[in-house]
């Protein structure tokens, strides 16, 4: 013969653990949202991008082709440099974007000492 106890509602005290876990993991899961987004803009000056729409590496040059969105009345200024394997600089020239247009479109020939891998825009920022 078997017995069984009989069941027991939950007690107010399960409740509240249960309570807490909930609010635990709310906030946390809000904190790492938080997180992500500042780390997904970091490093960046909101209200410009900046993009290397292509470029051609040589031997002893690369030439790239970028794009520049902005605020109209901005005057803004970028870095675009090529780099090696090891990402050492070859060459940098800074570019400029005017005040008055929303967007740039540009190419700069940089000059290189040795064959570069790749060539990028970046840090940019208002002037």
Same mark, same amino acid.
């Not at 946390?28 to 997904?40: E, H, R, S, Y």
């Not at 929303?102 to 920022?125: E, K, P, Q």
């Given at each position: 013969?078997?017995? @069984? +106890?009989? $069941? ?10 249960? !309570? ?9 899961? !809000?904190?790492?949202?938080?997180? %992500? ?9 909101? %209200? ?7 470029? =051609?590496? $040589?031997?002893? @040059? ?11 009345? =901005? ?12 990402? +050492?600089? !070859? =060459?940098? /020239? ?5 005040? %008055? /247009? @929303? ?7 940089? /000059? ?7 060539? /990028? ?7």
């Amino acid at each position: 013969m078997t017995t @069984s +106890a009989p $069941e027991t509602p939950a007690s107010p005290q399960s409740r509240r653990g249960r !309570l807490g876990l909930v609010v635990i993991g709310v906030v946390t899961a !809000l904190a790492a949202g938080g997180f %992500g987004i500042i780390a997904a803009y970091a490093g960046q000056t909101p %209200g410009i991008v900046a993009q290397t729409v292509t470029y =051609d590496i $040589e031997d002893a @040059s690369v030439v790239v082709n970028y794009s520049v969105a902005k605020g109209k009345g =901005d005057e803004v200024r970028c870095t675009v440099d090529a780099f090696d394997k090891n990402f +050492a600089v !070859l =060459d940098a /020239r800074e570019v400029a974007a005017p005040a %008055g /247009r @929303s967007s740039v479109d540009g190419t700069v020939t940089l /000059r290189t000492t040795r064959r570069a891998t790749g060539a /990028r825009i970046h840090a940019c920022r208002t002037v």
